[in-house]
T-cell receptor, first 113, second 115 residues
Framework: EAQVTQNPRYLITVTGKKLTVTCSQN?????MSWYRQDPGLGLRQIYY???????DKGDVPEGYKVSRKEKRNFPLILESPSPNQTSLYFC????????????FGPGTRLTVL | AQSVTQPDIHITVSEGASLELRCNYS??????LFWYVQSPGQGLQLLLK??????LVQGIKGFEAEFKRSQSSFNLRKPSVHWSDAAEYFC?????????????FGKGTKLSVIP
């Protein structure tokens, strides 16, 4: 089954404790991206990757890092989380960039205390 | 820079009634336009998309949308709403063609359906 998986689905952590949210897709897609969803703000793009070892900033990259060492995986790293990063995070992938249909993961709800 | 406005934060309709969700975009040329739906506790799913050609596009679950260049709009419609349509709906805009990597979403419209 074609899918995008994220782990963990729920995470409660404390300020400053490094964490990684994993994202994996099994569709051999070249493009992957991360979004955060906040009430009243919709989805905002954090980072995206056009292919292995090629990443770029989206609209709200501050406080986040990403890497793309393999085509299928695109982890989101918060090296020193802060409470304002409490949010719902979605990973998405597509074959042909932002102009193509995006396939979304189920989301990761992160709470930073 | 591209942007999307969804003027209605929350809409309530009765089951069986018609529905129209509004979306206005800002972009220098004709963009690629999308509608996504997010059911409670779920990720987003594509309803339909417009790239070019016929300005009335059909999607899944009985939805359609009409692209109006003169109004910079891409409104989503459904003739008869079902209770299962209760969800949040997002309009999105992307630059056309290969090499487009940034997708901009609107803030969403939450749809409630009264039985």
């Amino acid at each position: 089954e074609a899918q995008v998986t994220q782990n963990p689905r729920y995470l409660i952590t404390v300020t400053g404790k490094k964490l990684t949210v994993t994202c994996s897709q099994n569709m051999n897609h070249e493009y992957m991206s991360w979004y955060r969803q906040d009430p009243g703000l919709g989805l905002r793009q954090i980072y995206y990757s056009m292919n292995v070892e090629v990443t770029d900033k989206g609209d709200v990259p501050e406080g986040y890092k990403v890497s793309r060492k393999e085509k299928r995986n695109f982890p989101l790293i918060l090296e020193s989380p802060s409470p304002n990063q409490t949010s719902l995070y979605f990973c998405a992938s597509s074959q042909d960039g932002a102009s193509d249909t995006q396939y979304f993961g189920p989301g990761t709800r992160l709470t930073v205390l | 820079a591209q942007s999307v406005t969804q003027p209605d934060i929350h809409i309530t309709v009765s089951e069986g009634a018609s529905l129209e969700l509004r979306c206005n975009y800002s972009y220098g040329a004709t963009p690629y336009l999308f509608w996504y739906v997010q059911s409670p506790g779920q990720g987003l799913q594509l309803l339909l998309k417009y790239f070019s050609g016929d300005t009335l596009v059909q999607g899944i679950k009985g939805f359609e949308a009409e692209f109006k260049r003169s109004q910079s709009s891409f409104n989503l419609r459904k003739p008869s709403v079902h209770w299962s349509d209760a969800a949040e709906y997002f309009c999105a805009v992307g630059a056309p063609g290969a090499g487009s990597y940034q997708l901009t979403f609107g803030k969403g419209t939450k749809l409630s359906v009264i039985p």
